[in-house]
């Protein structure tokens, strides 16, 4: 490899004062030296800050500019060096991360062989991270990118995509039958995380200027095979956090189809108006967790919550088009006293609950419509017992639970049959990679 010289006009940044000289040609051999410079995955990541730097700076010169402060020590080979540097950095920084993700899990894989569980049935797992790309010298708080991983202990690093967004947004909370929804104040688009194909934004429909909340919901209807989006809208003149006997049942819904690109509206109004509470699909149903004081409610719900606080599950069937409201006993949440004290989770392709003590409870329902609650304890070990913002995920066609925290010091397995648990340590040594969140694809 030739020696690299650094740019003989330099500025007192230094991220422009280390830029190789390489970066600010185009002959053939300034070519070859940069595909040997980034060979090194040590000189990979020192790109990686400098192009951040030199491009942090970039913006302070243009802001300066603009301002009319003059610099007379502009590198005028800076913009060439970043034009001709990201792609081929970009490439290999991807080829990086798949190298990492593939190491990640062939060691989870190998991790839990080593404790007799069989990874061969193990779901697609979806990570999502955001990264900050927004424009330094832009006051604007709109829009980002999203890097999405997929895979498995079997399959390895399935695919890794980069979503960028102009709109604010939200990360979704699960996927639906393999499409993500990732929404705004008033717009959503659909996205396939594998394959990295995504929709325009759609706009919510709102001709009237009363209805100004949004509540934005994606679902599936098994019956025509279609992915929905619900949109429930309605006037913002009381607290997100207002007692929900208290709140107007004024709200609209209407129903969105994916493909069809097409809006209907419903006749049926919800029963209990929706403000920030998150939805949670499954099995063609879409559900909503509430909490409320007792005292203050006027429901018939279950006459057990004389604690004072009263947990509620409304419930949307995408193919009759009707709500229900599912009150949670008050022997479920007996105990806990903060707020969310309850989880919504799919279990064996049924809705349940998980409490802030670790235990769940599924929800049966007969063809009468009757409910009946059993409890399954599940035993983590005392230092994860009430942990904040514990994410959790029962694994689809295994008998295993995963569960991770915000902590990020471990991951959990656990088996509903042998009621044991397995700690999955996460440490830089061993896992090169950190993920905000895990869900199954």
Known sequence: MKKIISPTKTRSTEGLRRVPRCFSSITNTALEDRRDYLNNKAVVCDLE???????RTYYELDWDYRNGIYHSEIDERW??????????WKQKNEEEQKRDLDMYWKYLRDYLHRKGIDTSNHRLLLSMKRIETRDPASKSERGGTVEFSIGSPDTGCVSLNRLVLDHSYALPRQSVKGLLCLTGYAAFLIYNPITGETSPWFEIPNNDPQRKRNHIAFGY???????IVVCLSGSDKYSRYECISKRPKDQVVEVFTVGKNTWKRIDATPPISITHECPFY????????????ANDSDSDADTDSEEGELEQIMRFDIETEKFRVIPIPYFVHKGDTLSQTVELIEVDGRIAVLTRSMSLWKIHEDANGNIKWTKEDICVPEDWNGKPDISIEALTWTNLIFLQSEDWDSILYYNQITKAFIRFPISPDSVPCQWKRIIQV
Request: hydrophobic share 25%; charged share 35%.
């Open 221 to 227: 209807n098994p019956q025509s095979d279609e992915h």
């Open 282 to 293: 499954v099995d063609g149903c879409l559900y909503w967790r509430f909490r409320d004081s």
């Open 49 to 55: 800050r400098l192009l951040k730097d030199g491009k």
């Open 79 to 88: 913009e060439n060096w970043v034009y001709s540097s990201h792609e081929l």
